[in-house]
């Protein structure tokens, strides 16, 4: 009997991913400009509420301090919204969305490529408005927080990346 030098297994842990991809909100104001804008706007507060506690209205001058502490409390909220993101990973044998939130907590759904699905809710005037990935009674939406370009670019990305690994038995 001949010996043949073919292995038949595979080293599932060399693994190499076919498509990885880190999605993080889009936010247009960066640090600097959310310093220009809280100095800008907290110098027209003071300039106003001053003056309004001057001439003897301290209720309006009041009310100009909370609108400056709001405008800073949704900037702030806003920034760390922004520190969320997933990290979307397809290789033949795992599908993996690990979704980090903004306190840097990991949440981590796996699915089997050939199994999963790629869900897309589209709307005729805004585009795709959910995506999501469903397989083995599981499911778990990605993107939500993309805008619309993005959220395009990417289904089409994935919806390749998932085909490419569906055709390579």
Request: a positive charge; glycine letters at 10%.
């Amino acid at each position: 009997m001949k010996e043949s030098n073919v292995d038949l297994t595979r080293d599932i842990s060399n693994d190499q991913p076919v498509f990885a991809a880190e999605l993080t909100p889009y936010r247009s104001l960066g640090k600097t400009g959310f310093r220009v804008v809280l100095i800008l706007c907290g110098a027209i507060c003071a300039l106003y509420g001053g003056f309004f506690l001057i001439t003897g209205a301290y209720p309006i001058g009041f009310f100009f301090g909370l609108d400056f502490l709001g405008l800073y409390i949704a900037l702030k909220m806003s920034y760390r919204s922004g520190r969320q993101r997933e990290e979307v990973t397809v290789s033949r044998t795992n599908l993996s969305i690990r979704k980090f939130s903004p306190a840097g907590q990991m949440v981590e759904h796996r699915f089997n490529p050939f199994w999963a699905r790629f869900l897309v809710q589209r709307h005729d005037e805004f585009g795709i408005i959910r995506m999501s990935v469903t397989g083995e009674g599981r499911g778990t939406d990605i993107g939500s927080f993309l805008n619309p370009d993005d959220r395009e670019s990417f289904a089409k990305a994935f919806k390749g990346a998932l085909a490419t690994v569906k055709q390579r038995l």
